[in-house]
């Protein structure tokens, strides 16, 4: 079975600077996706960023990119110049790629990120 | 349209009564899902519904009742529910339930649900 690990519960960042959270998984599929959700206070959960696996290069979106390191299973987000809109909740996920397989994803822990004004 | 809508936003039950969370969306998706969350936790999937009939039912008790009237619908009918289902109940959509490329998943704001 397929698991996702954040090992932060909690992060804080001046607001400007740059901060990096982290996120492992276990699997033994070939082909699958990874993701970035973000959850402000507000509640609504927004997808931040997307990788597939077989996709060497490193996703960007703006301010957001991701570490891609297939071999060691990590999977960490970086935000550069942190604005006070990015506190929020951030959730790893992982679905697999496959056919004929359960497709729902699966979710780290979460950690909460504080942006320091 | 790229949204997902919820409704009510906020929703406070007693254990006897009757209620229904309400999910739609326009975006043309054959894939939706109902989620619990409780604080600061990842979503539970509770149900998955592609093209309109349940596919995934993760075991959930019975007083949680999914029903999709149509391709755009979710409904969630709760009945004598217990005070541990308080929660945010979340609605999200997708292209599909399947391997067909990132299939991301969009969702909506929730319904913050109370069982006194």
């Known amino acids: 079975a397929q698991t996702v690990t954040q090992s932060q519960p909690e992060m804080s960042v001046q607001e400007a600077e740059t901060v990096t959270l982290s996120c492992t998984y276990d699997?033994?599929?070939?082909?699958?996706?990874l993701f970035w959700y973000k959850q402000p206070p507000s509640r609504q959960m927004i997808l931040v960023i997307r990788?597939?696996?077989?996709k060497q290069q490193n996703a960007t979106e703006n301010r957001f990119s991701v570490n891609f390191q297939k071999a060691a299973k990590s999977f960490s987000l970086k935000i550069s110049d942190s604005q006070l809109g990015d506190a929020a909740m951030y959730f790893c996920a992982y679905r697999t790629a496959l056919h004929h397989s359960n497709y729902q994803l699966i979710w780290g822990a979460g950690t909460k990120l504080i942006i320091k004004p | 349209d790229t949204e997902v809508t919820q409704t009510p936003k906020h929703l406070v039950m007693g254990m006897t009564n009757k209620k229904s969370l309400k999910c739609e969306q326009h975006?043309?998706?054959?894939?939706m899902y109902w989620y619990k969350q409780k604080a600061k936790k990842p979503p539970e999937l509770m149900f998955v519904y592609s093209y309109e009939k349940l596919s995934i039912n993760e075991s959930v008790p019975s007083r949680f009742s999914p029903e999709c009237p149509n391709s755009s619908l979710l409904n969630l009918h709760l009945h004598a529910l217990q005070p541990e289902d308080s929660a945010l109940y979340l609605c999200?959509?997708?292209?599909?339930?399947?391997?067909?490329?990132?299939?991301?998943?969009?969702f909506g704001p929730g319904t913050r649900l109370t069982v006194l």
């Open positions: 975006m043309g998706h054959r894939a």
């Open positions: 699997t033994s599929e070939s082909d699958y996706y």
């Open positions: 990788q597939e696996a077989y």
């Open positions: 999200a959509s997708s292209q599909e339930w399947g391997a067909l490329s990132y299939n991301e998943q969009f």
